[in-house]
């Protein structure tokens, strides 16, 4: 006899309002069920057949996103009878959770808190001549507010504080005044004095929901950013920090959110050699990993592929580009004993005689401490231009480390049975029989639909399921029988 597993999943949607609206334009008043604000509405109710809840989140993106489709019945709220479409509007908060299989002893984890962007509502008739009415709701996570805030330089920006001076931020927010500024203290000043704020501002007094960005995953990456870029540069909160932090190849800067709060990561990229156990850079945090069995898969595809492929690394520091020869000194690398960070021609997964010659190029605003100090004596200043010489090198080897391999690692998507614990960041460990392989996931998605299921969707890059392949011997050793070993 063959068991079959059987689930409930089990979804909460809930609505705190944040807008109290009393007038549509500023003389007309409104009917009084839109006057106060910080009340709940359980949109459960309201995810009958045909709705769905969708959430999004990625490691590469600013923000996560959710898009809620809605029956549209009528909310009763003191005496007064209103379509969903009727009460909710832009900046009114959303809390979703989901869990996949039924269990009373824990509460639904939360996936995701965010903002509602746009509300839409669709009418039509049926086929059977019934109307049918819905509420779309679209909004992103708390992501949303690092988007909105942007930072302009304008005269008169703020009436009477006309910005006249090269220290802009330090004026406005008194944030980065430093010569030797770390990057993970930019971020915390990014958030305690702009960001946090705010968003304090933004939610009803005495609201239970996060009115701050909690700071305890802010990583220290050994780095310090440039005093002067951070304080003249315009564009979003988001944009700013990204920039001056090296998020991208070295860094990694997102949001999580948590049963206690919503925090902060900013980290070293926790990549891994194909070895799957060494980490590519020392202060990356350790792989949090999570094991999927094969019986949870639903589909799964998976490639390889030379698009990737790098065999000439250059990194510029355009920082100091202008006020020292540390582009000739990078130059000369080509002659030294560093050159095979710079050119991999011989390595067999960049090897020049298959791929031909290909660059990859990256870019640091950072560098190590004590990189900013102007007017040192010469041996002293010989002495700072060597430290950022031997930062860009750093730098150039964790490029090297993080692509040298991509022919053999493995990149694609999964689609499982609805899995709230994994998040974007982690690893996942696919178990299939005997044959195990790590990936690492750099976006979930979440789909609930009631009566239909709860399905995740995983995007995987750095697989590990060629290299544990090749890694293995023929006959009863082979990957191909190990794989299908119950």
Not at 194 to 220: A, C, H
Not at 329 to 336: D, E, G, K, T
Request: proline content about 5%; glycine content about 8%; hydrophobic content about 35%.
């Amino acid at each position: 006899m063959r068991t079959v597993d059987t689930y409930n999943p089990q979804l909460k949607v809930t609505l705190h309002k944040t807008i109290g609206r009393e007038t549509v334009e500023g003389n007309d008043p409104v009917s009084t069920r839109y006057k106060s604000a910080d009340y709940i509405i359980d949109l459960s109710p309201y995810l009958g057949d045909g709705a769905s809840v969708l959430t999004s989140k990625s490691v590469r993106e600013p923000s996560g996103g959710f898009t809620l489709l809605l029956i549209d019945r009528f909310h009763g709220k003191k005496d007064s009878f209103e379509s969903l479409y009727g009460l909710i509007e832009p900046m009114d908060f959303i809390e979703i959770r989901m869990k996949h299989e039924h269990d009373d002893t824990t509460e639904i984890p939360i996936v995701m808190r965010g903002f509602i962007s746009e509300i839409r509502r669709a009418e039509s008739m049926g086929a059977d001549g019934q109307p049918q009415r819905s509420v779309v709701l679209v909004g992103q996570d708390y992501g949303k507010i690092w988007q909105m805030l942007q930072i302009l330089f304008l005269p008169g920006y703020v009436i009477g504080q006309d910005l006249i001076t090269n220290f802009r931020l330090f004026e406005r927010y008194g944030m980065g005044f430093e010569t030797n500024y770390p990057s993970h203290k930019f971020i915390r000043d990014v958030f305690e004095k702009i960001i946090n704020p705010y968003l304090k501002g933004l939610m009803p007094e005495g609201s239970s929901n996060p009115v701050e960005f909690k700071l305890d995953r802010v990583m220290d990456d050994g780095s310090r950013t440039s005093i002067s870029g951070t304080q003249n540069q315009e564009g979003t909160l988001y944009n700013l920090m990204r920039m001056y932090t090296d998020v991208g190849i070295w860094n990694e800067l997102f949001i999580q959110d948590e049963e206690d709060g919503v925090h902060v990561v900013f980290r070293p990229t926790p990549a891994l050699k194909v070895d799957g156990k060494t980490k590519i850079q020392e202060r990356a945090p350790d792989p949090e990993i999570i094991d999927v069995p094969i019986g949870r898969v639903i589909n799964m595809t998976v490639s390889r592929s030379d698009a990737d492929i790098a065999n000439f690394y250059w990194v510029r520091s355009p920082r100091f580009d202008l006020n020292s020869d540390l582009y000739r000194q990078l130059f000369a690398v080509h002659a030294s004993p560093d050159k095979d960070t710079v050119l991999l021609a011989n390595y067999p997964n960049t090897s020049e005689g298959l791929y031909g010659l290909r660059a990859m190029y990256g870019e640091t605003q950072t560098g190590p401490n004590d990189a900013y100090t102007s007017g040192l004596k010469e041996a002293e200043e010989d002495k700072r231009r060597d430290k950022v010489v031997d930062w860009v090198k750093h730098r150039r080897v964790a490029m090297v480390e993080q692509n040298k391999d991509n022919v053999v690692l493995e990149r694609g998507s999964l689609r499982m049975f609805g899995n709230e614990r994994i998040r974007a960041g982690m690893y996942i460990n696919l178990k299939r029989g005997a044959f195990n392989a790590l990936y690492y996931v750099t976006q979930v998605d979440h789909s609930f639909v009631p009566y239909n299921g709860f399905v995740s969707t995983l995007t995987l890059e750095r697989g590990l399921g060629f290299v544990e392949r090749v890694k293995m011997e023929s006959g009863k050793q082979s990957p191909w029988i190990a794989e299908r070993t119950r």
